[in-house]
């Protein structure tokens, strides 16, 4: 059974799962349910003098019939006394002492109030310290918060400062909010931080409520700009979680943070370098419950693919991310319909005509004619075609049996077929397809060998020289 | 919402193709997801004025659901009919109006005899046009078997009334009035065009020893029960065929408060015209089916019933084993009789197997001023099949009255 412990800048892990530091980790009491549940460790709800929340605090955005594929927040830090906080981090460790516990921070950007909260945080117990330089609301009027995050200068003074008191690991959480992130992950490292956790929320409007007009969540008819995050992030996530990876200047042990709901989004970020994982939408949404799968699911997978440790698959897609210009442009893929698994939506034939290269055919029946777009039926002349039939309803003694079953289970006449001659191997038709694997890209062998475009066109350079 | 949302959005839809009338219905169910309900109710009037209805009355398991592309990856079809109500209720509760297409009044006048589903969708399609129709029906309600006919289960009588309502808005005459054969001379100098949505004549009779007394109309009963004019029938009730009528009128018979009402067909299971869904419907409602039986006598509550088989030449004979049933009222429902004789003096019609010979396209007959559709053309199907009619007959009248094709919007 492969193993799930890992050390992390330093904190030992039973396993890489913690939770993000949001409302799954306000109190104590909360905190030792999750640890019970699974939970490896927890980033408690950011400490620092307490604010105010507003009611409503959260919106959402559904997305064909799925609740909260994005939720958005406008809650601030901790609303409890620093002093309550700190007792039950000392609580809960007492009690959990194997579980990383790390106290986020947010205070003034003094130096002596950042030297007593620290002292205060490493006093209580914590493993970990993650300074909160991200969230996008309320905080920066207060000079905190993204205000800081954003300012690459800043985050390095800040980290300094932590740095000359902190006895423990020192992460450095980064807002997505800003147009390169690694800018401020460099300046983070400058500073001294031991790691890194990416990323906070993004700023967002939800939506707007079209009979009030107010943007969503409403707070006595106004709202505010929030933080954005849920399974809507991941990719957003991922890809700056990997910037941040890639670049020597920036990378640090990270913790990853955005859109992780399962074993299968913690194992993508892992592979992208990250050494722990952190949740909080998925959690908001189901329950500290769902930890039990994504240790299992993550275990399971590793076991299949001979992963002993978490160290054996850390960072393997790294390499696999590279510029555009090193792609080779004699790698050809071409579209390829399973007539058995087919049901006949034609979803696959719009979407190439319209959003595409016009090479998938509705005339399997009528005879294929290979050749410039043309020639084929267009989609509109099909939907002609049905508005101009004659259909009634089969009564069974009145008509015949309706027509035998084809060969396939979806009518030959709705089974589209590829042009692969025009095919440009995009993709597009196989992601609308609503049957898994019934559409799949094959190669065919262009018969040249690899090239980029980078080496193309320093050919050409070539060629234009002689 | 959450069934609006499965569905795919198929493109040339094979749910739209199955449905007569081609209801685009990728198009009304995402309106629905979207929450323009009103939008979506339009969209589905544009293709069927009687959408209330057809929601309501529709076998949609052998057509739309039928065809959806769900059955082929073993999921349950979209509910289409449950989404088409929706939309259709919401439209007739908020008091929408049918949309009326841009369009000039023309001085052409269509006369549409019969005021049931063809009829009516013939109307409302002409009216579209612009032309001026004459609804003529006889009888107190208009709608035809959606008002006197279809189940109650399924569709009320204010449900029918509704949509007659709404076609009236949009500007088509109902006119209370039985069309007599003596009157098609005068109609045919007063009108532009003469549609024939006359529909079926009366149940076939039983022609039994004792089957004077004690018999009731299947179509009698079930427009008594539907407008309340029967409030009761016997405790026994043996309704002989299996056809959809059949079943309706058994079902009605046990929701009159019958104990006991058996179904009683000369063929096997196999052979019944019902719809294996309505089938099911009886055997919920707990209707008895009595299979290989022919009634050959009624004798003072009883029906006498002699077995009968399949020879090897293919043939149903009739065997000497009798069989005896209670039976207080007895309703025959082996199917409606053609208005062959009212028909036949349409001078210069074609006729064949009691049914109106027409162009399907265009519902044109052999005689140039009339068109026709519906159950006197396709000898019985559903209120689908007849409102798909009524429309392409609307369409074969304005073109032959050479009115240009209005833009639909
Ligand atoms: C018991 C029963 C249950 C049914 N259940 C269903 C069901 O569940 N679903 C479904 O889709 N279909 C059902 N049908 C079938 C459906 O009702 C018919 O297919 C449909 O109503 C046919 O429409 P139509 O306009 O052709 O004729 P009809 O609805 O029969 O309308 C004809 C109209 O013409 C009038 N008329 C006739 N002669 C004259 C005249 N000389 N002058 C003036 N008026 C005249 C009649 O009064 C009648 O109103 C059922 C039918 C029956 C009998
Ligand atoms: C309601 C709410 C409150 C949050 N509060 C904090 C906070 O106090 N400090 C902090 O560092 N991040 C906070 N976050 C951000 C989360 O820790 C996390 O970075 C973000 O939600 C992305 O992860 P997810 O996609 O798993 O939700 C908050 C998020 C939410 C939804
Ligand atoms: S891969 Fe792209 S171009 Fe090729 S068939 Fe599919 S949609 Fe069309
Ligand atoms: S999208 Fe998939 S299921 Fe639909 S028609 Fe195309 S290949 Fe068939
Ligand atoms: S066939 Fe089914 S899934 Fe496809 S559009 Fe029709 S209802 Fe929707």
């Given at each position: 059974m492969?193993?799930?412990k890992?050390?992390?800048a330093?904190i030992e892990?039973?396993n890489?799962?913690w939770?993000a530091?949001a409302?799954?980790?306000n109190?104590?009491?909360?905190?030792?349910?999750?640890f019970?549940?699974?939970?490896?460790?927890?980033?408690?709800?950011?400490i620092?003098?307490?604010?105010?929340?507003?009611?409503?605090r959260y919106s959402?955005?559904?997305?064909?019939?799925?609740?909260m594929?994005?939720?958005?927040n406008?809650e601030?830090i901790?609303?409890?006394?620093i002093?309550?906080?700190?007792?039950?981090?000392?609580?809960v460790?007492?009690?959990?002492?194997k579980?990383?516990v790390?106290?986020?921070?947010?205070?003034e950007?003094r130096r002596d109030v950042?030297?007593?909260?620290?002292?205060?945080?490493?006093?209580?117990?914590?493993?970990?310290?993650?300074?909160?330089?991200?969230?996008?609301?309320?905080?920066?009027?207060?000079?905190m918060g993204?205000?800081?995050?954003?300012?690459?200068?800043?985050?390095?003074?800040i980290?300094e400062?932590v740095?000359?008191?902190a006895?423990t690991?020192v992460l450095?959480k980064?807002t997505?909010?800003?147009?390169?992130i690694r800018?401020?992950a460099?300046?983070a490292?400058?500073?001294?931080?031991?790691?890194?956790?990416a990323?906070?929320?993004?700023?967002?409007?939800?939506g707007?409520?079209?009979?009030?007009?107010?943007?969503?969540?409403?707070v006595d008819?106004?709202s505010?700009?929030?933080?954005y995050c849920g399974?809507?992030?991941?990719?957003i996530?991922?890809?700056?979680?990997?910037?941040?990876?890639?670049d020597?200047?920036?990378?640090l042990?990270?913790?990853?943070?955005?859109g992780i709901?399962?074993w299968r989004?913690?194992?993508?970020f892992l592979?992208?370098?990250?050494g722990?994982?952190?949740v909080?939408?998925a959690?908001?949404?189901?329950?500290?419950?769902i930890v039990?799968?994504?240790?299992?699911?993550?275990?399971?997978?590793?076991?299949?693919k001979?992963?002993?440790?978490?160290?054996?698959f850390r960072?393997?897609s790294?390499?696999?991310?590279?510029?555009?210009?090193h792609l080779n442009?004699?790698?050809?893929?071409v579209?390829q319909?399973?007539?058995?698994?087919?049901?006949?939506c034609?979803?696959?034939?719009i979407?190439?005509w319209d959003?595409?290269h016009?090479?998938?055919?509705?005339?399997r029946?009528t005879g294929?004619?290979?050749g410039?777009?043309?020639v084929?039926?267009?989609?509109?002349?099909?939907?002609?075609?049905?508005m101009?039939s004659?259909?009634v309803?089969r009564?069974p003694?009145?008509?015949?049996p309706?027509?035998?079953?084809?060969l396939?289970k979806?009518?030959?006449?709705?089974?589209p077929?590829?042009d692969?001659?025009e095919?440009?191997?995009?993709?597009?038709?196989?992601?609308?397809?609503?049957v898994?694997d019934c559409?799949?890209?094959k190669?065919?062998?262009a018969?040249l060998a690899?090239?980029t475009?980078?080496?193309?066109?320093?050919k050409?350079?070539?060629?234009e020289?002689c | 919402?959450?069934?609006?949302n499965r569905c795919?959005n198929c493109?040339?839809?094979?749910?739209?193709?199955a449905c007569?009338?081609h209801i685009?219905?990728?198009r009304?169910i995402?309106?629905i997801?979207?929450?323009?309900v009103?939008g979506?109710?339009?969209?589905?009037?544009?293709?069927?004025?009687?959408?209330?209805?057809?929601?309501?009355?529709?076998?949609?398991?052998?057509?739309c659901?039928g065809?959806?592309?769900?059955h082929?990856?073993a999921?349950?079809?979209?509910?289409?009919?449950?989404l088409q109500?929706?939309?259709?209720?919401?439209?007739?509760e908020?008091?929408?109006q049918?949309p009326v297409r841009q369009r000039?009044?023309l001085?052409?006048?269509?006369?549409?005899?019969?005021?049931?589903?063809a009829s009516?969708a013939c109307?409302?399609?002409l009216?579209q046009?612009?032309?001026q129709?004459t609804?003529?029906?006889?009888?107190?309600l208009?709608g035809?078997?959606?008002?006197y006919g279809?189940a109650?289960?399924?569709l009320r009588?204010?449900?029918?009334?509704?949509?007659?309502?709404a076609?009236?808005?949009?500007?088509?005459?109902?006119?209370?009035?039985?069309v007599?054969?003596?009157?098609l001379?005068?109609?045919?100098r007063?009108?532009?065009?003469?549609?024939?949505?006359?529909?079926l004549?009366?149940?076939?009779r039983?022609r039994?020893p004792?089957?004077?007394t004690g018999v009731?109309?299947?179509?009698?009963?079930?427009a008594g029960?539907?407008?309340?004019e029967i409030?009761?029938?016997?405790?026994?009730?043996a309704?002989?065929?299996?056809?959809n009528?059949?079943i309706?009128a058994?079902v009605?018979?046990?929701?009159?408060?019958a104990?006991?009402?058996?179904?009683?067909?000369?063929?096997?299971?196999?052979?019944?015209?019902a719809?294996?869904?309505?089938?099911?419907?009886a055997?919920?409602e707990g209707?008895?089916?009595?299979?290989w039986r022919?009634p050959?006598?009624?004798?003072?509550?009883?029906?006498?019933?002699?077995?009968t088989s399949?020879?090897?030449?293919?043939?149903?004979?009739?065997g000497?084993?009798?069989?005896?049933?209670a039976?207080?009222v007895?309703?025959?429902?082996?199917?409606q009789?053609?208005?062959?004789e009212?028909l036949s003096?349409v001078?210069?019609?074609q006729?064949?197997k009691?049914r109106?010979?027409?162009?399907?396209?265009?519902g044109?007959t052999s005689h140039?001023?009339?068109?026709?559709?519906g159950?006197?053309?396709?000898?019985g199907?559903?209120?689908?099949?007849?409102?798909?009619?009524?429309k392409?007959?609307?369409?074969?009248?304005?073109a032959?009255?050479g009115?240009?094709?209005?833009?639909?919007?």
């Amino acid at each position: 059974m492969a193993s799930l412990k890992t050390t992390f800048a330093g904190i030992e892990c039973i396993n890489p799962f913690w939770l993000a530091s949001a409302p799954p980790t306000n109190c104590g009491e909360q905190i030792m349910r999750a640890f019970d549940a699974g939970w490896g460790g927890a980033v408690w709800k950011t400490i620092g003098e307490p604010i105010t929340n507003v009611s409503s605090r959260y919106s959402s955005v559904d997305w064909a019939g799925q609740r909260m594929m994005g939720l958005n927040n406008i809650e601030l830090i901790s609303d409890r006394p620093i002093e309550v906080n700190l007792a039950e981090i000392a609580e809960v460790k007492r009690r959990y002492p194997k579980h990383a516990v790390i106290a986020s921070l947010m205070v003034e950007s003094r130096r002596d109030v950042w030297h007593e909260m620290v002292k205060r945080a490493e006093d209580a117990g914590s493993d970990g310290l993650e300074l909160n330089f991200g969230c996008p609301h309320g905080m920066s009027e207060r000079g905190m918060g993204s205000a800081v995050g954003q300012v690459p200068e800043y985050a390095q003074m800040i980290t300094e400062w932590v740095k000359e008191v902190a006895c423990t690991p020192v992460l450095v959480k980064l807002t997505p909010n800003i147009t390169d992130i690694r800018v401020v992950a460099r300046a983070a490292k400058l500073g001294g931080a031991d790691a890194l956790s990416a990323i906070n929320t993004i700023n967002s409007i939800t939506g707007i409520d079209l009979d009030t007009f107010t943007p969503r969540p409403n707070v006595d008819g106004k709202s505010s700009h929030g933080g954005y995050c849920g399974p809507a992030v991941k990719p957003i996530a991922l890809n700056m979680v990997q910037s941040v990876m890639a670049d020597p200047a920036s990378a640090l042990p990270m913790s990853a943070i955005g859109g992780i709901g399962t074993w299968r989004d913690a194992a993508e970020f892992l592979l992208v370098g990250a050494g722990t994982v952190q949740v909080c939408t998925a959690v908001m949404h189901y329950g500290y419950r769902i930890v039990e799968d994504m240790i299992d699911g993550l275990s399971q997978w590793m076991d299949e693919k001979g992963f002993a440790t978490l160290d054996d698959f850390r960072g393997l897609s790294l390499p696999r991310v590279t510029e555009w210009k090193h792609l080779n442009l004699n790698y050809k893929i071409v579209a390829q319909i399973d007539e058995s698994l087919c049901i006949g939506c034609d979803l696959c034939h719009i979407a190439c005509w319209d959003g595409a290269h016009q090479c998938i055919h509705t005339d399997r029946v009528t005879g294929p004619v290979d050749g410039h777009v043309e020639v084929h039926r267009k989609p509109m002349e099909a939907v002609h075609a049905t508005m101009n039939s004659i259909a009634v309803t089969r009564i069974p003694k009145m008509d015949p049996p309706a027509v035998s079953p084809g060969l396939y289970k979806a009518p030959l006449a709705r089974i589209p077929r590829v042009d692969e001659t025009e095919c440009v191997g995009c993709n597009l038709c196989s992601l609308v397809c609503p049957v898994e694997d019934c559409i799949t890209m094959k190669e065919v062998p262009a018969g040249l060998a690899p090239e980029t475009w980078e080496e193309r066109t320093a050919k050409l350079g070539i060629v234009e020289q002689c | 919402m959450v069934e609006a949302n499965r569905c795919l959005n198929c493109f040339d839809a094979p749910c739209t193709a199955a449905c007569p009338t081609h209801i685009d219905v990728p198009r009304f169910i995402k309106k629905i997801a979207s929450g323009n309900v009103a939008g979506s109710a339009r969209s589905i009037l544009e293709a069927n004025v009687l959408a209330g209805s057809c929601a309501r009355v529709c076998p949609v398991e052998v057509l739309c659901e039928g065809s959806c592309v769900m059955h082929h990856r073993a999921e349950k079809p979209i509910m289409i009919g449950r989404l088409q109500r929706y939309a259709m209720d919401n439209f007739y509760e908020r008091g929408l109006q049918i949309p009326v297409r841009q369009r000039p009044e023309l001085p052409l006048r269509v006369a549409c005899i019969g005021g049931g589903p063809a009829s009516l969708a013939c109307a409302a399609e002409l009216r579209q046009a612009g032309v001026q129709v004459t609804v003529f029906d006889k009888r107190d309600l208009a709608g035809g078997l959606n008002t006197y006919g279809v189940a109650e289960y399924k569709l009320r009588v204010s449900e029918s009334l509704r949509e007659v309502e709404a076609i009236q808005a949009t500007g088509v005459e109902i006119l209370q009035r039985e069309v007599g054969c003596e009157d098609l001379a005068a109609f045919e100098r007063e009108f532009d065009a003469i549609f024939l949505g006359v529909g079926l004549g009366e149940m076939h009779r039983l022609r039994i020893p004792g089957g004077e007394t004690g018999v009731m109309d299947a179509l009698d009963l079930i427009a008594g029960y539907k407008t309340g004019e029967i409030l009761s029938v016997g405790r026994t009730v043996a309704v002989i065929g299996c056809g959809n009528t059949a079943i309706d009128a058994a079902v009605a018979s046990k929701r009159l408060g019958a104990d006991e009402v058996h179904i009683v067909y000369r063929r096997g299971p196999e052979e019944m015209s019902a719809f294996g869904f309505e089938y099911e419907h009886a055997l919920q409602e707990g209707v008895k089916f009595l299979w290989w039986r022919q009634p050959i006598a009624l004798e003072a509550g009883t029906l006498i019933c002699a077995a009968t088989s399949i020879n090897e030449a293919g043939d149903l004979v009739v065997g000497d084993m009798r069989t005896e049933l209670a039976a207080e009222v007895v309703v025959p429902a082996i199917g409606q009789s053609p208005l062959a004789e009212w028909l036949s003096s349409v001078k210069g019609i074609q006729f064949a197997k009691g049914r109106v010979v027409v162009d399907r396209a265009t519902g044109a007959t052999s005689h140039a001023k009339y068109f026709a559709g519906g159950d006197c053309v396709n000898g019985g199907r559903e209120v689908v099949d007849a409102v798909a009619d009524g429309k392409r007959a609307a369409r074969g009248i304005t073109a032959a009255l050479g009115v240009m094709e209005v833009a639909h919007g």
